[in-house]
Structure formats: structure tokens, C-alpha cells
């Protein structure tokens, strides 16, 4: 009887094993073909970037704020973790994020909003915050040419994110974009990424 209650024991301790691998397997590609996150209205102002807040160019130093809520639109908890190592990932867009802030989603000013820690969101519920954006020193500026081109949509921002402890990345797409920068010359676009005409 001994053996018995023991192959029993056994199997059930097999059995809820196999349960949790399957159901953690489960959670993990639910958690990673999601994409909860999405932005509200924007409100921008631009730095070094012209006199028309309307109108934001490229220029050296030139950085935009851009002041949002991000919502979570999924159907779990999402915790906001910071931005996403993007890093050398585009050559052609004209800014990239470079720091996220707490703000109150209407002021796009640093001087209005916090440093940025951690924050979870439950399901439908939002946070203010601050995306702040700077020239994008991998810039190719042989993407333009003598005449400035059409405008750029500035329009995306990578979170990373976690739900239940998984981590995974979604690049947010606002719709319409944030603001729309003017197309840069070959010219305008060397002077702000501080390389020298050829």
C-alpha cells in the first residue's frame, strides 16, 4: 500500500508540475502577443526648434516635449518600467526619445513633471507623462536632398513594459502623430547632427 500511496503522490506532483509549465507557457505568449499600451492626446513644445510651435524643424540642440497619457488598454495590470533600449535601431527618424518623466499628460514641461520610477496601470486606467525627444545623432542626412522633403510624422515611442513579471517591449503608435517636423534639407541636417557638409 505504501508503494502505492507513494506512485500516487508521485504522479500527482507530476501532474500539477506539468499544469504550472503549461500554464506559465500560456501566460507568456498571451503577455507577449498583446499590446495593451496606446496613448491619448498630445500636447507639444518644441526647444531650438523655430519660433512656430506648429511648425517644429530639425536644428542643432533642438529638442520637443511632448506631454500624453498612456493608457492600458489590455486585459491585465501592464507595469511601465521606463523607455526601450532603442539604440542605433533607425537611421532615418529625425528625433528619439531620450527620457520619459511622470507628468500630469497636458504640460510639456520638465519643469512640471517628475522623475520617472516604476508604474503599474490596471486594465482601462492611464498615466500623465513626459516623452522628451532630441535629434537623432545616427541621422543618415544622405536620405535628404538640396530642397526640403515632406514632413516627418513624429509618432512612436518604445515603453518597456511587464505584466505579471514578464517583460516585453511595445513600440506605441499615436494617431494622429504628435506633431509633424519639417522635412530638412541635406544641409539642415548635418548642421543638427553636428557633422560637417562633404
Known amino acids: 500500500m505504501r ?11 507530476l501532474w500539477a508540475i506539468v499544469l504550472v ?11 507577449r502577443t498583446q499590446d495593451p499600451l ?3 492626446d498630445a500636447v507639444v513644445r518644441g526647444e531650438k526648434t523655430g519660433a512656430d510651435p506648429t511648425s517644429i524643424r ?5 529638442k520637443i516635449y511632448v506631454a500624453t497619457f498612456i493608457r492600458n488598454e489590455g486585459r491585465m495590470p501592464v507595469t511601465l518600467r521606463g523607455l526601450a533600449d532603442t539604440t542605433g535601431d533607425s537611421t532615418s ?3 528619439i526619445p531620450t527620457a520619459l518623466a511622470l507628468g500630469d499628460g497636458v504640460t510639456p514641461s520638465p519643469s512640471a513633471a517628475a522623475a520617472f520610477e516604476p ?15 532630441a535629434v537623432n545623432p545616427d541621422l543618415d ?6 530642397d526640403p522633403g515632406r514632413p516627418w510624422p513624429l509618432h512612436e515611442v518604445a515603453i518597456d513594459a511587464s505584466a505579471y513579471a514578464m517583460p516585453f517591449t511595445q ?8 506633431v509633424r517636423v519639417q522635412g530638412p534639407t541635406r544641409e539642415i541636417c548635418r548642421a543638427a547632427v553636428g557633422r560637417p557638409a562633404a
Open 93 to 95: 527618424a529625425l528625433f
Open 119 to 133: 508604474i503599474t496601470i490596471d486594465q482601462g486606467e492611464g498615466v500623465g507623462v513626459l516623452i522628451t525627444y
Open 58 to 62: 530639425l536644428a542643432p540642440g533642438a
Open 171 to 178: 513600440v506605441v503608435s499615436a494617431s494622429p502623430a504628435f
Open 21 to 31: 509549465i503549461v500554464a506559465s507557457a500560456g501566460l507568456f505568449i498571451f503577455v
Open 141 to 146: 542626412c544622405s536620405l535628404f536632398g538640396a
Open 38 to 40: 496606446a496613448t491619448g
Open 3 to 13: 508503494r502505492e500511496d507513494g506512485g500516487i503522490v508521485l504522479r500527482l506532483l
